[in-house]
């Protein structure tokens, strides 16, 4: 084969490597050194949690007292988390209509890095439809093809272009955002797999809830927390219907949707503190798991988050969907503090944003390198707490 195709064969073989190695060094050593007590992290900024007009009073179903929570709960037997993830969104959703936009031969670069982290998901985040300025589907196929490649699955974040109005594009709360959800799933089979996880809407409240969040465009898409409950039901209802259409029935896991605190449990908010705008009735169309895209602010802290989430809604399991290590400075402390957090709750798993290149929170660096975050998202997704890695890792990206 011609001598770049060999080299990065040979790269995604070394990087391969190491999830292997990984597995086997557990194996052999099935309980490893406690994570350290976690400090409260000192700088985050939440960049999901819609900004906030006075909220009118909607009907709220009453949530059972909590029973007592144990101090923490572990990660079982020791054992990387069931989901571990990585989002693409920078360079899939944000991109679309760049010109310099990643091409084949970029994007298999960026896969190839993905190897060295354990990951089981890499989260593709595109539009349903296409904007008038590219073709997202087109950019969506070829991202897809080139994890399938390397052996991951995907975790599917689509969203509507009329939803949030992006891309210029005018909101419409009149659509029928789910027969384009199922037209979709049903036109695009070769899109999914047994395994991958499918989110109809990521961040639905982003759309708009009367009363609740802020509007984009002064447009609400949902009238009141009741029909925004509906809609997510009913969104994981008609997926399920497609997927058993393309004969990938029961092997998706569907929901995960990426709500913010305020949604989950009033996060940060003195009039809503503890109170949930979910119905139970939607987190039970959800398995039971919500997923969150968190990123708590300046002042505030992972753990103590996470554990008012807990509170408000005590039989649930969580997902963390969007984390990052957003703030300037130490993102591998960041990183340490929040992640420490999300072993401490027993989360399933978690889709770190983003991969990078670019921003404090991005784990590599321009040439495609592993940075210092990467080193840290590596080993709590392998579970190991040794830098053997980061020099396995390393060793592999010198002779790339």
Not at 93 to 102: H, L
Not at 247 to 256: A, E, H, P, R, T
Request: aromatic share 10%; glycine share 8%.
């Amino acid at each position: 084969m011609p001598d770049k195709e060999k080299s990065r064969s040979e790269t995604r073989l070394r990087l391969a490597a190491l999830g292997l190695l990984g597995v086997a060094v557990l194996s052999a050593c099935s309980l490893l050194e406690a994570p350290a007590t976690p400090t409260p992290a000192e700088a985050y900024l939440s960049v999901t949690n819609t900004p906030l007009i006075t909220p009118l009073p909607p009907t709220l179903t009453p949530i059972p007292s909590p029973t007592p929570l144990p101090e923490t709960l572990p990660p079982p037997s020791g054992q990387p988390w069931e989901i571990r993830s990585v989002s693409s969104m920078k360079y899939t959703k944000d991109v679309i209509c760049a010109p310099d936009r990643p091409d084949h031969d970029w994007v298999g670069r960026w896969m190839d890095a993905m190897t060295g982290l354990n990951l089981n998901y890499v989260s593709i985040e595109q539009p349903y439809d296409s904007p008038d300025c590219g073709d997202a589907l087109g950019y969506t196929r070829m991202w897809v093809d080139e994890a399938r490649a390397r052996g991951f699955n995907v975790w599917h974040r689509h969203m509507p272009l009329q939803f949030e109005g992006i891309y210029d594009t005018v909101k419409d709360p009149q659509a029928n955002y789910l027969s384009l959800i199922a037209d979709y799933i049903i036109s695009n089979p070769s899109f999914f797999r047994a395994g991958d996880i499918f989110t109809p809407v990521p961040e639905p409240q982003n759309g708009g809830i009367r009363g609740v969040t802020y509007c984009p465009q002064d447009i609400c898409i949902f009238d009141d927390a009741a029909e925004f409950n509906r809609f997510l039901r009913e969104a994981i209802l008609v997926s399920k219907e497609a997927f058993q259409e393309i004969g990938l029935d029961g092997s998706i896991k569907i929901g995960y949707y990426g709500f913010d605190g305020f949604i989950t449990g009033g996060l940060h908010n003195p009039d809503w503190q503890g109170k949930s705008f979910l119905e139970p009735e939607t987190v039970a169309a959800m398995d039971g798991i919500i997923a969150i895209d968190h990123y708590p602010p300046p002042d505030g802290s992972m753990d103590e988050d996470l554990r008012t989430l807990r509170e408000v809604w005590p039989d649930a399991r969580y997902v963390i969907s969007e984390y990052g290590a957003i703030h300037e400075g130490d993102p591998v402390g960041q990183i340490d503090d929040a992640f420490t957090a999300f072993q401490d709750h027993g989360v399933l798993g978690v889709n770190y944003w983003h991969g990078g290149p670019g921003g404090n929170e991005g784990l590599l660096n321009p040439d495609m390198t592993p940075n210092d975050a990467y080193y840290a998202v590596q080993k709590y997704f392998t579970g190991l707490k040794s830098g053997l890695f980061r020099m396995l890792s390393r060793q592999s990206f010198a002779h790339h």
